[in-house]
């Protein structure tokens, strides 16, 4: 491999830093939503990456198939392993109030389909289980930015010490 997945977390996470200072000055509606969607994406892109990443550390043979904390957490049970980190990231993902909750939660509504406007006298639902999702804003892109990156680099450093 000729970037290594360490490379690919750590770029991810300097294309997000680039990009947060332009979203103040973004010229148009259209533009603005650019640079925070492209926020947003470098950051799962990069978790994506953290996750393959811990998968390597782990001795997981197919990084391919690691999209999140739970196709890790499944396949280290395959090899009767766990991992105090993939825990972590379990306990954050089901977390509401965590950032990583916030990223996939953002990262999910972009693929949502636009709802429906309800037929007259019919009372619309809302599904009080999911976390409300609050706009996403450079300060809020940045401290997403900031909790990952200290989270990357807590685990990196303990795993240095084993």
């Not at 999910?108 to 636009?114: D, E, K, S, Y």
């Not at 309800?118 to 997403?144: H, R, W, Y």
Request: net charge negative; proline share 4%.
């Amino acid at each position: 491999m000729a970037v290594s997945l360490v490379s690919l977390v750590n770029q991810r996470l300097a294309c997000c830093k680039a990009l947060l200072p332009d979203i103040e000055s973004s010229r148009t509606a259209v533009h603005h939503k650019a640079l925070v969607d492209a926020c947003l994406f470098h950051l799962v892109c990069g978790y994506q990456h953290y996750v393959r990443e811990l998968g390597a550390t782990y001795g997981i043979k197919n990084l391919g198939l690691l999209t999140d904390e739970i196709s890790l957490s499944q396949a280290l049970a395959q090899q009767g392993k766990t991992s105090a980190e993939v825990l972590e990231l379990e306990n954050l993902s089901s977390s509401p109030n965590s950032w990583l909750c916030e990223l996939k939660g953002h990262y999910a509504a972009v693929w949502a389909l636009p709802e429906r406007e309800p037929d007259a006298g019919v009372i619309p639902l809302t599904n009080v289980d999911e976390p409300e999702l609050f706009e996403l804003t450079p300060e809020s892109l940045a401290k997403i930015c900031r909790e990952f990156q200290g989270l990357v680099a807590r685990h990196r450093e303990s795993s240095l010490e084993c």
